[in-house]
């Protein structure tokens, strides 16, 4: 299975913008609640404005507010970003750390982000249990764990460390693209032979060939021998913000203490 889905999401990356470690860390907090997309929008201007940890930990609430304000939930945010400033050059001289015991102890940073953090600006393997990964890995039979950190620890006995960072963008491009939440693609699935959930979504290829999202849409369906001459659904992909409704964003910034 993992040999499939590395064949099928080739292109698989963080698809969160950024330069520097801090600005992912940045990124990261922002994303909560929010999509990729729309926090690629936002992080010109504020990355602009905010070049270091020193400048977030003096910053004009309302302006910081202001620039932020798309992602929703900016006054949670903007409070995070502050006190991950403060913090950061406090204790450690305005230099993101590079461990996930001195991550996770950051405001606004928890296990996910910490570990998006390690693997994609440190090159430290980590596994990202996002919305996305929690779902899959437990529709494969992965794991029946429904708690972040025990999921992170079961996959990661699953999974050769060295590629725990790419298997977890690999496992959220299948989350985005094809295995959604409320209507997965299963007949239009690289994965559907070896999949204990086959048949949760639509298993006509018809069918479920609209169902699959995002700018490798027609090379997923080639893979999976599905049509492509149905155009895409036009009904959003899985919306964060409402998988997540009723979660705290600050707590969906930073997950797991």
Same mark, same amino acid.
């Given at each position: 299975?993992?040999?499939?889905?590395?064949?099928?999401?080739?292109?698989?990356?963080?698809?969160?913008?950024?330069?520097?470690?801090?600005?992912?860390?940045?990124?990261?907090?922002?994303?909560?609640?929010?999509?990729?997309?729309?926090?690629?929008?936002?992080? #010109?201007?504020?990355?602009?404005?905010?070049?270091?940890?020193?400048?977030?930990?003096?910053? *004009?609430?309302?302006?910081?507010?202001?620039?932020?304000?798309?992602?929703?939930?900016?006054?949670?945010?903007?409070?995070?970003?502050?006190?991950?400033?403060?913090?950061?050059? !406090?204790?450690?001289?305005?230099?993101?750390?590079?461990?996930?015991? !001195?991550?996770?102890?950051?405001?606004?940073?928890?296990?996910?982000?910490?570990?998006?953090?390690?693997?994609?600006?440190?090159?430290?393997?980590?596994?990202?249990?996002?919305?996305?990964?929690?779902?899959?890995?437990?529709?494969?039979?992965?794991?029946?764990?429904?708690?972040?950190?025990?999921?992170?620890?079961?996959?990661?006995?699953?999974?050769?460390?060295?590629?725990?960072?790419?298997?977890?963008?690999?496992?959220?491009?299948?989350?985005?693209?094809?295995?959604?939440?409320?209507?997965?693609?299963?007949?239009?699935?690289?994965?559907?032979?070896?999949?204990?959930?086959?048949?949760?979504?639509?298993?006509?290829?018809?069918?479920?060939?609209?169902?699959?999202?995002?700018?490798?849409?027609?090379?997923?369906?080639?893979?999976?021998?599905?049509?492509?001459?149905? #155009?895409?659904?036009?009904?959003?992909?899985?919306? #964060?913000?409402?998988? *997540?409704?009723?979660? *705290?964003?600050?707590?969906?910034?930073?997950?797991?203490?």
């Amino acid at each position: 299975m993992l040999r499939e889905l590395a064949e099928t999401h080739t292109d698989a990356h963080c698809e969160l913008d950024f330069t520097t470690p801090y600005e992912l860390a940045v990124a990261t907090i922002l994303s909560a609640q929010t999509t990729d997309v729309r926090v690629n929008e936002v992080t #010109p201007k504020l990355f602009a404005r905010y070049r270091a940890a020193a400048d977030y930990a003096s910053a *004009d609430r309302a302006e910081l507010e202001e620039l932020i304000h798309s992602t929703g939930f900016y006054r949670n945010k903007a409070t995070s970003l502050i006190g991950l400033g403060r913090a950061v050059v !406090e204790k450690h001289d305005g230099v993101l750390p590079h461990t996930l015991d !001195e991550l996770v102890a950051l405001p606004g940073i928890g296990r996910k982000t910490a570990n998006v953090i390690l693997g994609n600006a440190f090159d430290i393997p980590g596994i990202t249990v996002d919305t996305h990964f929690g779902r899959l890995v437990r529709r494969w039979g992965w794991t029946e764990e429904e708690d972040p950190v025990k999921v992170e620890h079961a996959v990661g006995a699953l999974v050769p460390k060295r590629d725990w960072t790419i298997v977890s963008h690999q496992v959220i491009f299948h989350g985005r693209r094809v295995c959604h939440s409320r209507k997965p693609a299963c007949g239009a699935c690289t994965l559907a032979a070896d999949c204990p959930s086959y048949g949760t979504g639509p298993t006509d290829p018809a069918q479920a060939a609209a169902l699959v999202k995002g700018p490798s849409r027609a090379r997923l369906l080639r893979l999976a021998g599905a049509p492509d001459d149905t #155009p895409p659904d036009a009904a959003p992909a899985d919306d #964060p913000r409402a998988l *997540d409704a009723g979660t *705290d964003p600050v707590a969906a910034a930073a997950d797991v203490p």
